[in-house]
Nanobody, 120 residues
């Protein structure tokens, strides 16, 4: 299973960015898809995740500003980021937890990071 993220870039504070991440390969099911971020010198933290049933979970720091959604048919997850702040600057990584065809153990999959830079 491979995850391909896109949509990062440079944006001014108060602006918006939409990230996308498409999963491909021999996917049986992806139970949870989500986004993490890592700022320089900091650990990678959960931003938001969403189950296949649509139940979403957000970090307190992004509640009310970010919205996660997914298209199960296309194995794609989105992150709409509004009212961006300089402290949102980080490399954003998409993730998925699920099963590839033929696997019997749930696996964590990671995409390449995409940089989001918010200027003040």
């Amino acid at each position: 299973v491979q995850l391909q993220a896109s949509g990062g870039g440079l944006v001014q504070a108060g602006g918006s960015v939409r990230l996308s991440c498409a999963a491909s390969g021999s996917i049986f099911t992806l139970n949870v898809m989500g986004w993490y971020r890592q700022a320089p010198g900091k650990q990678r933290d959960l931003v938001a995740d969403i189950t296949s049933g649509g139940s979403a979970n957000y970090a307190d720091s992004v509640k009310g500003r970010f919205t996660i959604s997914r298209d199960n048919a296309k194995n794609t997850v989105f992150l709409q980021m509004n009212s961006l702040k300089p402290e949102d600057t980080a490399v954003y990584y998409c993730s998925a937890q699920g099963f590839a065809v033929g696997d019997y153990v749930q696996t964590d999959y990671w995409g390449q990071g995409t940089q989001v830079t918010v200027s003040s």
